[in-house]
């Protein structure tokens, strides 16, 4: 499985294109909003002969869900999030003007993400971990035989996601963190929502939030 990151819009979030040698591929947390970002997401796609059939949010904070519509009408796919984060999504619209994304279209899911539910593409497997915290339907998405997780903005190199946001609690994201992230082995990369990789076990000890 090749892993590839796109960062856009102001946030610099980290969008992710995961694909196999079958060229089937996920999208997960597309954060394209501006004309440019959208062909830049375009053009690999297409460059590299891919078929996106699944569209899939960690969570529905607003940098993280920019590109859904753009992702669900170029490719006819429906999006998958957590049940827990559809009514952070729906509160999208009333606020996006304020951050100057006037153009924002929602997009809702045509299906819902569980734990230990397995999101399946070409050769390759998914697992669904819930791991509330920096928003109360975050998922991250595990593959265990390549040792990659796709994170979103639960667990950074040496930081944690915030928790001030609503919906956001401290003490659950630490308690997710500590039971299904530090679950998984130390050589395990985690990809989050914004900046650089990491793996479990850097973040197990160096973590200044964690110790």
Do not use: W
Not at 105 to 119: C, Q
């Amino acid at each position: 499985m090749k892993v590839t990151c796109l960062t856009f819009n102001p946030f610099q979030e980290n969008t992710y294109i995961l694909h196999d040698d079958t060229n089937e591929c996920v999208v997960i947390d597309p954060g394209c909003y501006e004309k440019q970002e959208r062909e830049q997401l375009k053009n690999y796609i297409k460059e590299n002969g891919l078929k996106v059939v699944r569209l899939l949010n960690t969570h529905c904070h607003i940098d993280h869900v920019l590109g859904n519509q753009f992702v669900a009408d170029t490719y006819k796919v429906g999006l998958e999030i957590h049940p827990d984060d559809e009514q952070t999504l729906r509160a999208i619209p009333a606020y996006a003007p304020a951050y100057g994304f006037q153009m924002y279209e929602e997009v809702l899911p045509t299906a819902f993400l569980k734990e230990g539910d397995v999101v399946g593409f070409g050769k390759t497997e998914l697992q669904v971990l819930f791991t509330p915290g920096h928003a109360p339907g975050h998922v991250v998405f595990y593959n265990g035989p390549e040792k990659i997780c796709i994170g979103g903005d639960v667990l950074f190199q040496n930081s944690i996601g915030r928790t001030d946001l609503p919906g956001g609690n401290f003490d659950t994201l630490i308690a997710s963190i500590k039971s299904k992230l530090f679950a998984l082995p130390d050589d395990v990369t985690v990809y989050p929502g914004h900046g650089p990789e990491t793996t479990i076990g850097h973040e197990r000890n160096n973590n200044p939030f964690l110790r």
